[in-house]
T-cell receptor, first 113, second 113 residues
Framework: KNQVEQSPQSLIILEGKNCTLQ??????????LRWYKQDTGRGPVSLTIMTFSENTKSNGRYTATLDADTKQSSLHITASQLSDSASYICVVSEASGTYKYIFGTGTRLKVLA | EAGVAQSPRYKIIEKRQSVAFWCNPI?????LYWYQQILGQGPKLLIQFQNNGVVDDSQLPKDRFSAERLKGVDSTLKIQPAKLEDSAVYLCASSINTNTEAFFGQGTRLTVV
């Protein structure tokens, strides 16, 4: 069964600290992996997208890594800011014709001053 | 560029009532998705359209949920009759095609009392 699991479920850090969010998936065949940021009351916004051949992708203070062999991805946030408080959702696309998106349940990040 | 527009933003109804949500995708986007996001969970695909045709509605509770995209642009999602467990955020997303990035609207938060 295609699944995407994220950890931790929630995380609280102090402003300025770094953190790493994890994503494990069993989706096959694999097309790509995206990390989305979802602010409270808003729709998800894409941060990064990686295909099978990409190991790392950065977007400002966000750096995503992908290990296609172990089917693991991480999202590293550097020098966190209060505005980083949000849910971070890992989404894996299944390459079986319709490119079905498989969503993780997300990690809820809270950055404190 | 205008994003995905959804209305209403919020809706409160009593169980067994009917409700309809509207989505206007980004201009030129052939693929349109409706997702249900229950609090604390990742979005779950309800239905995917390619132009005005249904690509995937395997997780749509067809006894009470219906959706249409008659002219291949705007879409409506209807629930009739609503149940308490339908309380969720309903997200609409669109993409140029099935294998390109999906952009999300801000969602409609439905509360069934």
């Amino acid at each position: 069964k295609n699944q995407v699991e994220q950890s931790p479920q929630s995380l609280i850090i102090l402003e300025g600290k770094n953190c790493t969010l994890q994503c494990n998936y069993t989706v096959s065949p694999f097309s790509n992996l995206r990390w989305y940021k979802q602010d409270t009351g808003r729709g998800p916004v894409s941060l990064t997208i990686m295909t099978f051949s990409e190991n790392t992708k950065s977007n400002g203070r966000y750096t995503a890594t992908l290990d296609a062999d172990t089917k693991q991805s991480s999202l590293h946030i550097t020098a966190s800011q209060l505005s980083d408080s949000a849910s971070y959702i890992c989404v894996v696309s299944e390459a079986s014709g319709t490119y079905k998106y498989i969503f993780g349940t997300g990690t809820r990040l809270k950055v404190l001053a | 560029e205008a994003g995905v527009a959804q209305s209403p933003r919020y809706k409160i109804i009593e169980k067994r009532q009917s409700v309809a949500f509207w989505c206007n995708p980004i201009s030129g986007h052939a693929t349109l998705y409706w997702y249900q996001q229950i609090l604390g969970q990742g979005p779950k695909l309800l239905i995917q359209f390619q132009n005005n045709g249904v690509v995937d509605d395997s997780q749509l509770p067809k006894d009470r949920f219906s959706a249409e995209r008659l002219k291949g642009v705007d879409s409506t999602l209807k629930i009739q009759p609503a149940k308490l467990e339908d309380s969720a955020v309903y997200l609409c997303a669109s993409s140029i095609n099935t294998n390109t990035e999906a952009f999300f609207g801000q969602g409609t938060r439905l509360t069934v009392v």
